[in-house]
């Protein structure tokens, strides 16, 4: 269970590393490496070069610019749980790192390397994609390009990255205040890959809602935006009866044929149970609901 | 000390220099670029207090602490922790007196089969060096990230509480 051998470089700036990148068909980043060398130990990836981007200098900031939140490539995932720079700007990310592997990986684990592994039931494509993330993509001529979340995640595992480029950043939008965050999964076993998870993040102004964001993966190939159930929040008052509106108005395509951890027919049918959670964390509601809002009663447990 | 170059034998891959401080002591290596973390620590330096359960990274059992964070030794490659310091089980107690956390996982049975002890051993150390009081969560959250397949986990707990100055039983049983 070892790696099939592979050349190695480890640049100190973003030209070398594309240069490096550009070398040899097939080059792959190593930034924490806690996705990628699982699949090099288990000889699933085999690639001949792998570029070394953590001692680049400055990539891994952790910054507000321009109103946005700079989360950069090789930025800890342990490191983003803790900052109360991204807290107060982007509340959902480090709501859902707290559901992302355990400390002994987010040590190295880095927020962009798990967004660009792509992992289709993982959690933060799902807070990329709820918050309108881009990312910040250096192409192998050197221009600087930015990717939507919603152009960024191709088929399960692929993304749109260009080959040879490499991705230095991702930034979300900076919140508004008095806004809040909430994540929920379900999965086989406490803090495996889940079978879904929700990510809601929630601004509320002068008691209602005036801000929701809410994205769901595991349920087909790409997180999914789930708007009806934002739809149904803005302008409401939060309580547990509108929150199980917004529950039951989660409405998603499900893939059949994604390698799923669980069946279609059960993806569907717990999927407004785990909106509903995630926005109860999101607004301090219980998290359990009263039989008389339960989304249902079977699974809502 | 020199090693020989590492294991990509029939290639022309060059070996990658490292400098590398493991428990207290200096060492250089020319390692081959595949070399995980843990096949350095245990193949090419001996220590073999590291072990390699899974080596995917999901058992836990090769964590070791690099430059005081717990870390998967098999999902770190040799050459990453160039100009590192890396701390292993056999580190922790340069003198060979059992550290407080030894002490706790022997005062309450915290172990069974051992192979998986050195790497819940040297979480829990990188963790009550980061947080001396931490919280239940904490310690749970920490936990998590090692799978033990003989105790059932509760004597674990204990000795974590034990080692992190708390009551070994709480009230509220967990």
Redesign the interface.
């Known amino acids: 269970?070892?790696?099939?051998?592979?050349?190695?470089r480890?640049p100190t700036t973003v030209a070398a590393a594309l240069a490096d990148l550009g070398s040899v068909p097939g080059a792959r980043v190593?930034a924490g490496?806690?996705s990628l060398?699982?699949l090099?130990?288990?000889r699933l990836e085999q690639p001949p070069l792998?570029v070394?981007i953590?001692r680049i200098p400055g990539l891994d900031e952790i910054e507000v610019r321009d109103e946005r939140l700079h989360v950069g490539a090789t930025a800890r995932q342990?490191t983003v749980l803790t900052s109360s720079l991204a807290a107060t700007a982007a509340p959902l990310l480090p709501a859902a790192l707290a559901w992302v592997?355990?400390?002994?990986?987010r040590?190295?684990g880095t927020v962009v390397g798990s967004l660009c592994h792509h992992d289709p039931a993982a959690e933060l494509p799902a807070v990329a994609v709820a918050l309108d993330a881009e990312f910040v993509v250096v192409t192998a001529d050197g221009t600087t390009r930015r990717i939507p979340a919603s152009d960024f995640f191709g088929a399960p595992f692929e993304t749109t990255i260009p080959a040879g480029a490499l991705v230095t950043a991702v930034t979300f939008p900076v919140a508004a205040p008095g806004t809040r965050a909430g994540f929920a999964e379900i999965a086989r076993k406490?803090?495996d890959i889940p079978i879904l998870a929700v990510g809601a993040q929630v601004t509320v102004t002068d008691d209602r809602v005036s801000a929701a964001r809410i994205a769901v993966s595991g349920l087909s190939a790409r997180p999914q935006r789930m708007t009806a159930s934002e739809d149904a929040l803005l302008g409401t008052v939060p309580t547990d009866t509108t929150l199980a509106v917004a529950a039951r108005a989660a409405v998603a395509e499900v893939d059949t044929a994604l390698p799923a951890r669980a069946s279609a027919d059960y993806r569907r049918r717990v999927l407004p149970t785990v909106v509903r959670r995630a926005l109860a964390t999101a607004l301090a509601l219980p998290r359990t609901p009263p039989a008389s809002t339960a989304v249902d009663p079977e699974v809502a447990a | 000390m020199t090693l020989a170059p590492g294991?990509?034998a029939g290639?022309r891959?060059?070996p990658?220099p490292i400098a590398v401080r493991v428990n207290g002591v200096s060492h250089e290596a020319a390692v081959?670029?595949?070399l995980?973390l843990s096949?350095f620590l245990r193949d090419e330096l001996g220590l073999t207090g590291t072990h390699v359960g899974c080596?995917?990274?999901t058992c836990?059992a090769c964590?070791v602490i690099?430059d005081g964070?717990?870390?998967?030794s098999?999902?770190?490659?040799a050459?990453?922790v160039?100009e590192c310091t890396v701390t292993t089980v056999e580190g922790l107690s340069p003198d060979g007196e059992l550290t407080p956390v030894q002490q706790a996982f022997q005062d309450n049975h915290g172990m069974q089969c051992g192979f998986c002890t050195p790497g819940f051993v040297c979480?829990l150390t990188a963790?009550l060096a980061a947080d001396p009081e931490p919280s239940d969560e904490a310690i749970t959250?920490?936990l998590?990230?090692h799978l033990c397949r003989c105790t059932g986990y509760q004597n674990i707990v204990k000795a974590a509480r034990q080692a992190a100055g708390r009551p070994v039983a709480p009230e509220d049983s967990r």
Request: charged content about 20%; hydrophobic content about 35%; overall charge neutral.
């Open positions: 269970m070892k790696p099939a051998a592979f050349d190695y480890r190593l490496g806690q060398v699982p090099l130990n288990l792998l070394d953590n342990g592997a355990h400390p002994q990986v040590s190295r406490a803090k | 294991r990509a290639t891959i060059p990658v081959a670029p595949r995980l096949d080596g995917h990274g836990g964590t690099l964070e717990p870390v998967r098999c999902l770190t490659l050459a990453q160039d979480s963790l959250d920490t998590d990230g």
